[in-house]
């Protein structure tokens, strides 16, 4: 295993960020089984790429091959200490035994991300090292806003694009006297309050004497209250409670449920990713969205791909690629609008694309996919997959999209709507490609490989009307879609009657896809969505510039 | 020994431990630790296994407690009847050597005489000056160990093993918990490197905080809908530090002799801070420093291992040398232990205090250690959480100490104080064999790692060839 350590050649600047942690693991020595005496070196080499390459995250080492987390024991500096290279930082508990670990490094502490006591994944930054003072605040405030997704929880499985803040404080009408009072937390609260990064202070308590309780704080952080409570019975419900529990094995201790139990059928409660899932689907009906589809031509861009798959390019990179190209054209497309009241334009373009995973959903980001080429996104995209598949993703490899696309293409959905996830302006949903028959203006049929990004011009706010107006819509579509074959072979047929002898019908059968974009319509708009469209379907009817 | 007997006995058979203590505490424990296995969901799930919400009747665990008690007192009564023992009901005190009078309060009193003289009467919760004990919501061990209510959140003043083990009985059974502790460390009486892993097993993941280096200067019942509120002072300023307001307070701040009325000035013997001044065979010393005959003392009154076996301990060597016999009990040599999950146990002296000695007569320590998580079947139960260290004299294999955090320390500790009992050595016990696999593995791990200089002694018993 030293050997690894030594003949590998340091990877170069722009590929740093693609072998990260899934790397880190093979490039410690395996220590031996001494006891806390034995030190070895973490490489925290990793750059940030948004920021200066002058602070450095110091990583969760893999003190063993079977290790997937581990406890930080202790902090032997705190924040401020001057380190210098070779020095014990942190003492970490494996699942074998604890041990020093060393910072290869010089520099300062400039904050602990993940503190004594605490747990994280094997890769996670627990630390960050800044280079000199001036990094420090900096360093401060990107661990504040790294560590405001919450904690791993005990099984790793990193959650999809959740909020990267608290949510603001959900007021609870509760009785407050008047005057300073002294904040009174019970020592859960505070516990929790920690862990979520959020002032006791400002919690408002509901519980006896007006104190604070950790449903207080869990509604303050805008989290569901994840143990179950532990249930004082009182006498004689105590059979009767073990009788009604045992043919249901529910979780939660809820002694009456409000919906009647059909027979037979088994409650299984979310896993953290589901529970995240559900949780963001849910925030998203408070976003007013509208859905633009469009057909697109996929003729070429199945003749390039044919090209390229040998070299490893996949269909999603060459899709990522041309969205990102045609983002970069519009950037009000590329923008969120996560505070209501503003656009927030982002500098780079980061498509996220979802991919099913066992029993979940996760949305790996491609960053900065315009500025990549084709065959190192798809290398991106592959570690990616693999990271995601063995729960490794890092929370900015998932948090961090701009733009998401979504393709149930291979499984011959010709077109569907993606609901928008929070935090993003607009989602691409894309469909399998297709023979279709396309009548052009002359009349003449042809039927062009059509990537349908599908038009349902939906100015619908209001949610509960949102699937009946998709399907409303749709049908709409299909109508509008079938009336213009409708009148133009009415129209072709009449010119075929009225023009017997020029008769040639070229039946041109195309491949067509189905996009489909969903869009937060706070700050995008109509104009801006089809304009993108329009840009993208260039791109993949012309898709030479994607080699680019 | 053929000795005829009688106890003296003022309120119930079996004294503190079998009604106040040991025996209740130890139900409730099961209790909390059986509630904790089945509210461990992530823990069962590692197993495979699913169990619907635990839940449970705050009466029928009280009631276990209870009828627990009851069950050993009716035992203890019948067995020594049935020994011959004679139990006299009243208050004791003593007239002069070898005369005892005793009657109950508002009878007439009887006066014996023996010809040797026990004192046990063991103590009582120690409450510091500014508590006000309503029994309510500001209780003692001796309350709390009924189980009339479980708070949602209560004070435990002190965090020794009574406040650590009612900790886990509370968090077990939903309350959440804060440590009033005077000290600047929480555990102090454990062995630091223990003290600190438990401290993360233990009061870190649970929902627990605590403020140390306080003391709780006063304390007030909860009246008209107030709570009970605990003021801290800091324990060296004796600043205000802050106020607690809680549902209830629990104060575990140690025991007090109860050696109040026993008459002790009819004999000159003064006492110290109330415990009865004996030398190392548990005889009575009076105030004069001379040893009065006949008289003994043993138990939490005297003070010297506040420990219900070193009682026992005590009290058999007393009947040796009753007998004739000369004994001197090795109090190194018993173990202590605490029954919180996971149990921490201990047998002879921590690592600072190991240190301090050899530092004075002028020899090496050394320690052995190994973790839980290298035993089989400790990760067959997947409680691998746990920690057991060993503390040597590397030039003649001495055992100096032993010290065990994780799943069943208290019963596996008696290996070790066996030895320390015996004057065993190290690279005599290390070729001892344990049966695989189970937790005594972890003891034979820390013999076989020791690493002694002393080569093997000779054979206590003729090998048996098989």
């Known amino acids: 295993m030293a050997s690894h350590l030594l003949s590998r050649v340091p990877p170069t600047s722009t590929t740093i960020s693609f072998s990260s942690s899934s790397s880190l693991s093979n490039n410690l020595p395996w220590p031996s089984r001494r006891p806390s005496s034995t030190t070895f070196l973490i490489n925290p080499r990793r750059k940030i790429s948004t920021v200066q390459a002058k602070i450095r995250e110091i990583f969760m080492p893999a003190l063993s091959s079977t290790m997937t987390e581990g406890k930080i024991v202790s902090w032997v500096k705190s924040e401020g200490d001057v380190l210098s290279k070779g020095e014990s930082v942190v003492v970490v508990e494996s699942d074998k035994a604890d041990m020093d670990v060393e910072t290869f490094y010089d520099g300062i502490l400039a904050a602990i991300v993940v503190g004594e006591g605490e747990t994280a994944p094997v890769g996670a930054p627990i630390g960050l090292l800044a280079e000199t003072e001036d990094e420090i605040a900096e360093a401060k405030a990107q661990a504040s806003s790294k560590t405001a997704s919450p904690s791993p929880p005990p099984v790793p499985s990193p959650s999809p694009p959740v909020a990267e803040a608290p949510l603001p404080v959900k007021v609870v009408s509760a009785p407050i006297p008047d005057g300073p009072r002294k904040i009174v937390a019970t020592p859960y609260a505070k516990k929790l309050a920690k862990q979520h990064k959020i002032d006791i202070g400002s919690v408002i308590g509901t519980g006896p004497l007006g104190r604070i309780t950790p449903s207080d704080v869990e509604a303050a952080a805008g989290i569901s209250p994840s143990e179950s409570s532990i249930n004082n019975l009182g006498s004689g419900n105590v059979a009767a409670a073990a009788i009604a529990a045992a043919p249901v094995p529910a979780k939660a201790a809820t002694p009456a449920s409000p919906l009647p139990l059909i027979p037979g059928s088994t409650v299984v409660p979310f896993t953290t990713m589901q529970a995240a899932v559900s949780k963001n689907m849910v925030e998203s009906l408070s976003v007013p969205t509208f859905c633009v589809g469009y057909p697109v031509n996929t003729d070429a861009l199945d003749a390039l791909y044919e090209k390229v798959k040998p070299k490893g390019v996949t269909m999603t990179a060459l899709l990522a690629k041309a969205a990102a190209m045609a983002l970069a054209q519009h950037p009000v497309v590329n923008a969120s609008c996560k505070d209501g009241k503003s656009f927030r334009y982002n500098s780079s373009i980061n498509i996220a694309v979802a991919v099913a995973i066992n029993g979940g959903l996760i949305t790996p980001v491609l960053q900065d996919a315009d500025k990549l080429d084709l065959y190192l996104l798809s290398q991106r995209w592959k570690e990616l997959v693999e990271k995601a598949r063995a729960k490794q993703l890092q929370p900015h490899e998932y948090n961090s999209g701009t733009f998401t696309l979504s393709n149930l293409g291979m499984f011959g959905v010709d077109k569907f709507d993606a609901i928008l996830p929070p935090g993003q302006g607009a989602i691409m949903a894309v469909g399998a490609s297709k023979p279709t028959v396309v009548a052009d203006r002359d009349g003449f049929f042809s039927v062009k490989s059509k990537m349908l990004v599908f038009c349902i011009i939906l100015f619908e706010i209001h949610l509960s009307s949102f699937t009946i107006a998709i399907t409303r819509a749709a049908y709409k579509g299909y109508f509008v879609y079938s009336f213009i074959l409708a009148t133009t072979t009415l129209f072709s047929m009449m010119g075929l009657v009225s023009d017997l002898k020029n008769v040639s019908v070229t039946l041109l059968v195309e491949t067509g896809d189905q996009v489909n974009v969903t869009a937060d319509h706070r700050i995008v708009y109509g104009a801006d969505l089809a304009a993108f469209l329009q840009t993208f379907s260039k791109i993949v009817e012309n898709p030479d510039s994607l080699t680019l | ?466």
Request: one cysteine or more; aromatic letters at 4%; hydrophobic letters at 40%.
């Open chain 2, 1 to 466: 020994m053929g000795l005829k007997t009688a106890i003296i006995e003022g309120d119930v058979v079996g004294g503190t431990c079998v009604n106040r203590g040991c025996v209740p505490s130890k139900a409730l424990l099961a209790v909390s630790g059986r509630m904790r296995e089945l509210q461990s969901e992530h823990h069962l799930k590692a197993l495979g296994l699913q169990v619907a919400a635990a839940g449970y009747d705050r009466q029928g665990v009280a009631d276990h407690a209870n009828n627990l008690a009851s069950k050993i007192r009716n035992n203890l009564t019948n067995s020594m009847k049935a020994i011959g023992v004679d139990i006299l009901t009243g208050v004791g005190t003593i007239l002069g050597p070898q005369k005892v009078k005793y009657g109950k309060v508002g009878f007439s009193d009887n006066v014996i005489t023996a010809k040797d003289i026990i004192i046990a009467t063991g103590s009582v919760p120690f409450v510091p000056k500014g508590i006000e004990i309503d029994g309510k919501t500001v209780i003692t061990s001796d309350h709390a160990l009924k189980l009339e209510f479980v708070p949602d959140w209560i004070a435990i003043v002190g965090s020794g093993y009574i406040g650590l083990e009612f900790s886990d009985v509370y968090t077990a059974l939903g309350s959440e918990v804060t440590f009033v502790e005077a000290l600047d460390q929480l555990m102090p009486g454990f062995d630091p490197e223990i003290g600190k892993l438990a401290q993360r097993v233990l009061i870190n993941p649970r929902k627990i905080d605590y403020h140390t280096g306080v003391f709780a200067s006063k304390i007030t019942p909860a009246k008209d809908g107030k709570p009970v509120t605990i003021e801290l002072i800091d324990a060296k300023t004796k600043e205000p530090k802050d106020t607690l307001e809680v549902d209830a307070a629990l104060i575990a701040t140690g025991r007090a002799p109860f050696t109040k009325g026993l008459g002790l000035e009819n004999i000159n013997v003064a006492t110290q801070r109330g415990f009865v001044p004996v030398d190392e065979r548990m005889r009575v010393i009076d105030a004069d420093g001379n040893l009065v005959p006949h008289l003994y003392c043993i138990g939490d009154a005297n003070g010297k291992m506040m420990l219900a076996h070193a009682a026992s301990a005590q009290g058999i060597s007393v009947i040796e040398h009753v007998c004739g016999k000369d004994h001197v009990l090795n109090h190194l040599s018993i173990p202590a232990a605490c029954f919180t999950h996971p149990e921490i146990s201990m047998v002879g002296l921590t690592e600072p205090q190991a240190r301090e000695k050899a530092k004075k007569e002028g020899f090496e320590i050394s320690l052995a250690k190994t973790s839980f998580k290298a035993n089989t079947k400790a990760l067959a139960e997947n409680e691998g959480e746990g920690l057991a260290k060993l503390i040597y004299r590397p030039d003649n294999g001495e055992i100096l100490g032993v010290h065990i955090f994780g799943l069943h320390a208290a019963d596996l500790i008696h290996e070790a104080s066996n030895a320390i009992a015996l004057g065993t050595r190290i690279q005599d016990i290390k070729f001892a064999v344990h049966a695989h696999p189970t937790l005594s593995e972890v003891l034979d791990e820390l013999f076989k790692s020791a690493k002694v200089s002393a080569s093997v002694s000779s054979q206590i018993s003729e090998p048996v060839a098989v």
